[in-house]
C-alpha cells in the first residue's frame, strides 16, 4: 500500500513537470511539420494534384493554424486552388 506522504511526494513531482517544451518554437516547428504532411497525404490520397510549388507552400507554412485550415478545406477541395481560396473566393479565381 502507497502512502499519502508517498502520494503527495509523487504528485508534486508530476506537477512540477515542464511543459514549456510543448509551446516552445520547436514544438510549434513539429507540429506544423506534421499537418503539412497530413495535408499533402490527404490530397493525394483525394487525387489532387498538387505542383511543385503548392507542395513548397505546404511545406514552407510554419502556421499550425493555417494548416489546419487548409486541412479542413482540403476534405472537400478539388483542386488546390480551393484549398488556398480566403473564404467568399471561389477556387477558380483563387491564385
Known amino acids: 500500500m502507497v502512502s499519502s506522504s508517498h502520494r503527495r511526494t509523487v504528485h508534486g513531482h508530476l506537477m512540477a ?15 506544423a511539420e506534421g499537418r503539412a504532411k497530413d495535408l499533402l497525404l490527404l490530397l493525394g490520397h483525394r487525387g489532387v494534384e498538387v505542383s511543385e510549388e503548392d507542395r513548397e507552400r505546404i511545406v514552407g507554412c510554419g502556421d499550425p ?11 472537400t477541395a478539388t483542386s488546390t486552388a480551393e484549398v488556398f481560396a480566403s473564404d467568399g ?3 477558380a479565381d483563387a491564385g
Open 17 to 31: 513537470f515542464d511543459l514549456s517544451f510543448f509551446q516552445s518554437q520547436t514544438a510549434q516547428q513539429l507540429r
Open 65 to 75: 493554424d493555417v494548416l489546419g485550415l487548409w486541412f479542413r478545406k482540403a476534405l
Open 89 to 91: 473566393e471561389s477556387g
